[in-house]
């Protein structure tokens, strides 16, 4: 059973609006999340994490958001641009250092011009 | 130069047929990991290995065999191919000491 959800497959948004992207986890033990960012025909690249000790964590236009009592994190991307279209995945572990990534199914992102 | 390579980046074979998937790194980790990607399901752990005698099964190792040649190779063997090992197959490094792990471009496999 996934333990990391993200609901929606798709997500389509004009460039220079906000892309807002969520994740839901099952797992209470799970205190490190991270975002993973892939283009095609190419392998995840590690794009922001946030420990469960933040609600917040931000670099240059993406800020990932953590709500621990909902299980629930979001990624802000502001503003969008052309470059941000690909597939997000989002992952959690227990600890930063971790073996296990557990992985969310994705969600593809579409930046209009 | 890629930090993680994989090899080969496409590949088709028939049901019961042996394959080998490679994987080597240039980063100086000693964790390395094998995933597979289908569809709607996100990337799923097959099996990770923590040093060149440290191998682990992960939540799919069914169908799956791992070699650890050395501490920068990884490779991931289907003994007898079967159509639903159809998927995108990554690997993966880590640091022990800390940080995100790193993935490989992947691998398409087709077995028909």
């Known amino acids: 059973d996934q333990q990391v959800k993200q609901n929606s497959p798709s997500l389509s948004v004009q460039e220079g609006r906000i892309s807002i992207l969520n994740c839901d986890y099952t797992?209470?033990?799970?205190?490190?999340f991270l975002w993973y960012k892939k283009y095609p025909a190419e392998g995840p690249t590690f794009l922001i994490s946030i420990s469960s000790i933040k609600d917040k964590n931000e670099d240059g236009r993406f800020t990932v958001f953590l709500n621990k009592s909902a299980k629930h994190l979001s990624l802000h991307i502001v503003p969008s641009q052309p470059g941000d279209s690909a597939v997000y995945f989002c992952a959690a572990s227990f600890g930063s250092n971790d073996y296990k990534l557990s992985f969310g199914a994705g969600t593809t992102v579409t930046v209009r011009a | 130069d890629a930090d993680v390579t994989q090899t080969p980046r496409n590949r088709i074979t028939k049901t019961g047929k042996r394959i080998m998937l490679e994987c080597s790194q240039t980063k100086g980790h000693d964790r390395m990991y094998w995933y597979r990607q289908d569809p709607g399901l996100g990337l799923r752990l097959i099996y990770y290995?923590?040093?060149?005698?440290?191998?682990n099964k992960g939540e799919i190792s069914d169908g799956y065999s791992v070699s650890r040649q050395a501490q920068a190779k990884f490779s991931l063997s289907l003994e007898s191919a079967i159509p639903n090992q159809t998927a995108l197959y990554f690997c993966a490094t880590k640091s022990s000491g800390g940080g995100e792990q790193f993935f490989g471009p992947g691998t398409r496999l087709t077995v028909l």
């Open positions: 290995s923590f040093d060149v005698k440290d191998i």
């Open positions: 797992n209470s033990m799970f205190d490190y």
